[in-house]
T-cell receptor, first 108, second 114 residues
Framework: SQQGEEDPQALSIQEGENATMNCSYKTSINNLQWYRQNSGRGLVHLILIRSNEREKHSGRLRVTLDTSKKSSSLLITASRAADTASYFCANTGNQFYFGTGTSLTVIP | DADVTQTPRNRITKTGKRIMLECSQTKGHDRMYWYRQDPGLGLRLIYYSFDVKDINKGEISDGYSVSRQAQAKFSLSLESAIPNQTALYFC?????????????FGPGTRLTVL
């Protein structure tokens, strides 16, 4: 399977703390996107990091990519209750290979 | 996202029944996708289409078929539904041919096969 593995599967933090989630693949990474899913709803794109990039920022999001280790991480700083959702990475080529997801709960 | 709509939103059916899930988009995108989501497994690709005349199998196409009736419409059929096809199904679209393009998802169809 070319599906990505994400860890942790679930993460619970207090509001204001940082949340870090990791994603790894067994196959090489083309470009890597991160998506967010509120409970039972469609995924929404958060950020893209290209294969030739190592780090990218967007607001409170910081994404890193290590193509040699076939892995990526998503950091959400100063978390808010509204960040509670599931987060998925996706290795993108002609097809998208999504990760298994991290469920984040931010406690007010 | 109101630009990608799915019908029905919920469906309960019985083993052996034929089911069609429909997806429509107003984004004008050429590429459309069908995924299923199971707890702990993330999203897995069933079929995808790069234009009206192009249909491709994804990772888990067995037991499913699709039809691309127009640029804006992409339907997923379960010819003879079975209980392990119980899942949340998502349609998605993307623009153009670049692998940098994001996908836009519909709200999902929750399918239960008894």
């Amino acid at each position: 399977s070319q599906q990505g593995e994400e860890d942790p599967q679930a993460l619970s933090i207090q509001e204001g703390e940082n949340a870090t989630m990791n994603c790894s693949y067994k196959t090489s990474i083309n470009n890597l996107q991160w998506y967010r899913q509120n409970s039972g709803r469609g995924l929404v794109h958060l950020i893209l990091i290209r294969s030739n990039e190592r780090e990218k920022h967007s607001g409170r999001l910081r994404v890193t990519l290590d193509t040699s280790k076939k892995s990526s991480s998503l950091l959400i700083t100063a978390s808010r209750a509204a960040d509670t959702a599931s987060y998925f990475c996706a290795n993108t080529g002609n097809q998208f290979y999504f990760g298994t997801g991290t469920s984040l709960t931010v406690i007010p | 996202d109101a630009d990608v709509t799915q019908t029905p939103r919920n469906r309960i059916t019985k083993t052996g029944k034929r089911i069609m899930l429909e997806c429509s988009q107003t984004k004008g995108h050429d590429r459309m996708y069908w995924y299923r989501q199971d707890p702990g497994l993330g999203l897995r690709l069933i079929y995808y289409s790069f234009d009206v005349k192009d249909i491709n199998k994804g990772e888990i196409s067995d037991g499913y078929s699709v039809s691309r009736q127009a640029q804006a419409k992409f339907s997923l059929s379960l010819e003879s539904a079975i209980p392990n096809q119980t899942a949340l199904y998502f349609c998605a679209t993307s623009e153009g041919t670049s692998t940098y393009n994001e996908q836009f998802f519909g709200p999902g169809t929750r399918l239960t096969v008894l």
